[in-house]
């Protein structure tokens, strides 16, 4: 895990180990005092990313999606537009099980659109991408963010 000040960067094999834990403290699942998520962060388009840009607003959890690659947050708006939300459909076996619908608060192709206010960023992204990534994020990371 990265942290800058009370924000904190997951790797997304470390989130989905916590997916099912979402109404318990953050921080005492991470090693860390727990705080409050404020916004969540989601980064990519992928297929983890759209479960989870429905999940977390499912549940309550102030969310925004960074899909910088090609016209992924184009393309994601344009099917919300149409749709009216995001959609993905878990396993019967796992919590939560079934269709779940969400709407993200805002999904861009800058970090700078959507990162102020997140204090926890999800990574759902191949291993390769995440130094691009990160050099990305960095700059838009502010204490209290």
């Excluded at 749709?83 to 396993?91: D, I, P, V």
């Excluded at 204090?119 to 130094?131: C, E, F, G, K, T």
Aim: hydrophobic share 40%.
């Amino acid at each position: 895990r990265l942290h800058s000040s009370d924000a904190i960067l997951f790797p997304a094999h470390l989130w989905a180990a916590c997916l099912s834990l979402l109404g318990r403290p953050i921080g005492n699942m991470a090693g860390l005092p727990p705080f409050e998520i404020k916004r969540i962060l989601i980064v990519g388009g992928g297929n983890a990313a759209q479960a989870m840009g429905a999940l977390f607003p499912s549940r309550g959890y102030k969310t925004n999606m960074l899909c910088n690659y090609a016209d992924e947050a184009d393309r994601i708006n344009a099917a919300i537009k149409e749709q009216g939300y995001m959609s993905a459909t878990f396993a019967e076996h796992n919590t939560p099980s079934g269709l779940v619908k969400g709407t993200p608060d805002k999904i861009a192709k800058s970090a700078a659109d959507v990162l102020p206010g997140c204090n926890v960023v999800i990574l759902p992204l191949p291993s390769l991408a995440y130094r691009s990534v990160l050099e990305e994020l960095k700059p838009h990371l502010q204490p209290g963010t």
